[in-house]
Structure formats: structure tokens, C-alpha cells
């Protein structure tokens, strides 16, 4: 991958300023040499980071200090929370930069069953955040693969995705409102509880997906939901793409709106499972060549499992589905995520994997894939095509990995050689070149290629008016 990164200063912080840095958090929470390591590396290995300082403030006024002792001392700072990003976004990669981590701010301010909201700061984790939400029986929706670990602040600033968008949206189709500490190191108290305000620009949805590139969220008002009071899984086999996209409109039509999560997962996938997910067991009797991954989820008992057993039925007379395993209880629900979010990983033993995290309309996804695969295989003989991901949304994660035994490094080295190829099919199809994780630094220079100019000057405006010493996330996006 020929990334350069983005060095906006050469000269290295003065012990003066990384003196009054770290006054403002106090030593303990003031990271130099090997105690930074764990912030500048990031889940793939592809990066290695560098930084000055990493700094763990605990309230708002500190990173409020923090951002107008970097305005006046032109510090670059890279805001990071669980540092699971798959972009690059919150790694620093400036010798002079301070990482600011806010795991540390990672309580939660309120919770409101009957407003339906809760008051989160940015470090909470999110697993934390669901499970706060299910203690006053209601949902926190948004649900990835990293939740154990990633924080409300990064899933906000990435804007993440998962797999509970087909019904609840995105993560910034959950926010209500938000504080955040402007690069001047002004705070925007902007908690608002309120479905409606039209009192001028929603300026959320300015911060939320930036990437730490605008200002750094230290709080935010999320949505809640109902609880679930019922929810059905099945793993399904499947032919083909076009099966599973027939079968995701059977299930809307006889589901509606509980129809929460709908997964794609290549073969490939489930034999990598198999190789390298402790436990992992074939919930169906016989290979398929797809696999679909279905929930559905009602806040009211209501014969849900009726309904998914029926819709099923249903698709194998149809002969849209080759076979069906409902989940019969919560630990085979429980299996059936764990080999959807265990693809992440058992990616890895496999060698080096090229990815593309893409989104085309979802009636075409079955063209991208076939059209994808033909042209990966046809210019690397013998790669593997991993293809998986949130069909329901057209999201697919179109990752590839190295031919068996292949040479990780020269695989690798073909990075942009196969991002070519893989985009220049998502631009056919009207898609995007970043569904769900952002541009980071990943994608960077990609960017001027399939944005508008118009869009992309906006944007410029944008951080020059949010950012004019372009002291946050620098090099990051743009
Ligand atoms: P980080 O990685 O620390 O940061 C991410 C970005 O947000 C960076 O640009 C950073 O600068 C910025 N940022 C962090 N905190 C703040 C803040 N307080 N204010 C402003 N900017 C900030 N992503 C999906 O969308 N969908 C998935 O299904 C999904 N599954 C994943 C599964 C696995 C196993 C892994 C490893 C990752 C997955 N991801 C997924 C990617 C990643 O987990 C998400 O993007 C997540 O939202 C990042 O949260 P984080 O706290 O780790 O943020
Ligand atoms: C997922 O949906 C994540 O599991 C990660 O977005 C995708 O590993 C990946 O490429
Ligand atoms: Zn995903």
C-alpha cells in the first residue's frame, strides 16, 4: 500500500510545552516511550505510529486545556478512544503529536428509560453502553464486531456502521446531540435531548464521521430503543447472492421492520472460521457456496420464530435457500455471531488480505460480487476472494487474501494494483469506496478520485473554518 503519511511538523515538542501538557492530566496519565506503544499500533498491523506524547485527560476542561495549549503551541493532536479503527484515523504519525486518548472519560452522565436517551462520555465502551441501556430495559442498537472494545467517541467519529443498521441506521442516526471541544479549545455544549430543532445548522452531523478531523466528542446523547422482549437467528445456506438478496426481500416483506440483521458470508469465510476460531463448528450438515446470517428482533412477544420459520419455509419452496439452522436457544445465537464477527481475525493466519470495505446498491450486490471475483482471480491467479459482510445495507466487505503459501509482502505489494480493480467496479455500480470505516489515512489519496470537487472544496471550507492551523487529526481525510 504506497501510503505517505502526512508529517505536518518536523520539529519535535519542546520539554516546556510537554511539561505543561502534562501538567494538565497529571503525570500518571502522561505517556512517553514503551507505556505509548499500545496507541500507536492499530488491530491489522499495518501502521506503526509515532507521537510525542499520549495524554489521557479525565474531564472536558482538560481537553479543553489540552486543545488551547495545541492551538498556541501548533501541536498536532490525534484524537483516539479504543483505537480499533480500520483506517488508520486514530493512529498518530508525527513525531511531535500528542495523542489524546479518552478512555478515561468513560462515565455515563444519565440514562433515561422514559425519554428514551442516555448521556454518554466519549471513552465508554460500547458493550458497556448496551448493557447500561438493557439494565433500564431498553436497546443501545448500534452492535460491531469490536464493541468489547471500541468507544462511543470513535463510533461516533468514524460514524461506524454494524450490523444492526438495516433497522436502527448508522451510529449518527443515534445521536441526539453532542459536546464537543472545538481546536480552540472552546466547548459546544450541544447535549440536546430534542427529536426536533430546526433553529438553524444541525452542526451533530458536522463532527460526527470526521474522523477527529473537526473537534474531539466528549459527550453525547444517544437513542434508545424498546428492549427486545423477543429474537430469532437462523444460519442459512445459500447458492448464490442472487438467492440471498431474493430471500432479504422475502424476509422485509413478511417481517417488516423486525427483520434487524441480514449478513452475507462467503464460504471462504466459514473454512477460515473453521481453521482458526476456537469452537467454531458448521451449523448446517453440508458446505454451501453462501451463507446468510438472519435476526430478527421485536420489542413485544409476537410469534416472531413463527414468522422466520414461515418466511424460510417459504424460501426453500421457492428454492431461494438450500438449508436453514435456526439458533434454538441464546448460546447457538450466540455461535452463529461469533462466526460472523470472528471473520475479522481468522482473516489473519491466513497471510496477507487486501481489503475493500464497499457499498453498492443493494440490488446489485450480487453483479459486484460475481463481476469482482472474476476480475480478482483473472489478475491473481489463485487469491481468495473473503467476501462477507452487511448485505442488508449493500455494505460488503470485499477482502482478499493472498493465494495460498503466496508471499505476504508481494501480495501486499498489489495493494492499489487490486483496490484499482475492486473500486473502479464499485464506481460502475454508483458505490462507495468507504461503506462504514472511513478514509483515515487508508484511503486518503483515493478521495480526490471519487469525490465531487464541489463536494470535496466543501469540505476543505470546512476543516479550514473548524481547524485553520489544521492542528486535529492532520493528514487524516484530506
Ligand atoms: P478509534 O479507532 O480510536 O478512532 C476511530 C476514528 O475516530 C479516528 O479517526 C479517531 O481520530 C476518531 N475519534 C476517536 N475518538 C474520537 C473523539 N472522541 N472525538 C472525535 N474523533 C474521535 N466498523 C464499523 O463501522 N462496522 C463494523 O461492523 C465494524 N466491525 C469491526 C470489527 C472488528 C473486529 C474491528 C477491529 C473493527 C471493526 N470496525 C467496524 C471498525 C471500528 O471498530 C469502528 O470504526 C469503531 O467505531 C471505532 O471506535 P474506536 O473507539 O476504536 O475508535
Ligand atoms: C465487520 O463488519 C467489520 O466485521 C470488519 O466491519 C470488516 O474485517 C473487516 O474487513
Ligand atoms: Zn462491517
Same mark, same amino acid.
Given at each position: 500500500m504506497s501510503f505517505r503519511p502526512h508529517i505536518v511538523s518536523q520539529s519535535a515538542l519542546s520539554p516546556a510545552a510537554r511539561e505543561r501538557f502534562a501538567k494538565i492530566v497529571g503525570e500518571k496519565y502522561a505517556l512517553t516511550g514503551e507505556a505509548m506503544q499500545p496507541f500507536l499500533r492499530e488491530p491489522r498491523d499495518l501502521y506503526e505510529g509515532r507521537a510525542a506524547l499520549v495524554l489521557k485527560p479525565g474531564t472536558t476542561a482538560e481537553v479543553s486545556q489540552i486543545l488551547r495549549l495545541a492551538q498556541e503551541t501548533k501541536t498536532p493532536v490525534v484524537p483516539q478512544g479504543g483505537n480499533t479503527g480500520l483506517v488508520g484515523g486514530q493512529i498518530s504519525f508525527d513525531g511531535s503529536a500528542v495523542v489524546v486518548s479518552l478512555v478515561r472519560m468513560n462515565k455515563i452522565r444519565e440514562v433515561s428509560a422514559e425519554g428514551n436517551y442516555m448521556v454518554c462520555e466519549a471513552g465508554v465502551v460500547l458493550q458497556n453502553a448496551q448493557e447500561e441501556a438493557l439494565r433500564h430495559d431498553r436497546l443501545f442498537p448500534l452492535s460491531l464486531g469490536a464493541e468489547g472494545t471500541c468507544t462511543i467517541g470513535g463510533n461516533l467519529g468514524s460514524n461506524a456502521g454494524g450490523t444492526g443498521a438495516l433497522a436502527y441506521g448508522v451510529a449518527r442516526d443515534l445521536v441526539l446531540g453532542l459536546e464537543v471541544v472545538l481546536a $480552540? *479549545?472552546?466547548?459546544?455544549? *450541544?447535549l440536546r435531548k430534542l427529536k426536533? $430543532?430546526?433553529? *438553524?445548522? $444541525?452542526?451533530r452531523h458536522i463532527f460526527i464521521g470526521s474522523e477527529g478531523t473537526l473537534g474531539v466528542i466528549t459527550a453525547a446523547v444517544l437513542k434508545l430503543f424498546p428492549a427486545p422482549r423477543a429474537v430469532e437467528a437462523a444460519f442459512v445456506g445459500l447458492k448464490s447472492p442472487k438467492d440471498a438478496l431474493s430471500l432479504l426481500n422475502l424476509l422485509q416483506s413478511r417481517a417488516g421492520s423486525a427483520l434487524t440483521s441480514f449478513e452475507l458470508i462467503a464460504r471462504m469465510a466459514m473454512e477460515f472460521n473453521f481453521l482458526h476460531l476456537p469452537g467454531a463448528r458448521d451449523p448446517l450438515g453440508a458446505p454451501h457456496r453462501w451463507y446468510a446470517l438472519v435476526e430478527l428482533t421485536s420489542?413485544?412477544?409476537?410469534g416472531l420464530r413463527e414468522t422466520l420459520e414461515s418466511a424460510l419455509e417459504e424460501a426453500a419452496e421457492k428454492n431461494m435457500v438450500e438449508d436453514a439452522a435456526l439458533a434454538a436457544n441464546e448460546a447457538q445465537r450466540a455461535a452463529f455471531w461469533k462466526l460472523r464477527t470472528g471473520i475479522t481475525e481468522t482473516q489473519r493466519p491466513e497471510g496477507g488480505s487486501i481489503k475493500h470495505d464497499v457499498s453498492v446498491p443493494v440490488a446489485s450486490v450480487p453483479a459486484f460480487l460475481e463481476e469482482a471475483d472474476a476480475a480478482v482471480i483473472k489478475l491473481i491467479p489463485g487469491a481468495r476472494p473473503v467476501p462477507f459482510g452487511h448485505m442488508g445495507d449493500g455494505n460488503i466487505h470485499y477482502n482478499v487474501s493472498q493465494p495460498a503459501g503466496a508471499d505476504r509482502a508481494a501480495f501486499l505489494a498489489r495493494w492499489d494494483e487490486v483496490n484499482a480493480l475492486v473500486h473502479g467496479i464499485v464506481a460502475k455500480f454508483g458505490g462507495s469506496i468507504s461503506a462504514e470505516h472511513g478514509i483515515g489515512v487508508m484511503k486518503r489519496d483515493l478521495l480526490p478520485e471519487v469525490k465531487d470537487p464541489v463536494e470535496l472544496d466543501m469540505m476543505r471550507a470546512l476543516k479550514r473554518t473548524f481547524d485553520p492551523n489544521n492542528i486535529l487529526n492532520p493528514g487524516k481525510v484530506l
Open positions: $480552540d *479549545g472552546r466547548i459546544w455544549h *450541544g426536533k $430543532d430546526n433553529t *438553524g445548522y $444541525d452542526l420489542p413485544v412477544e409476537s
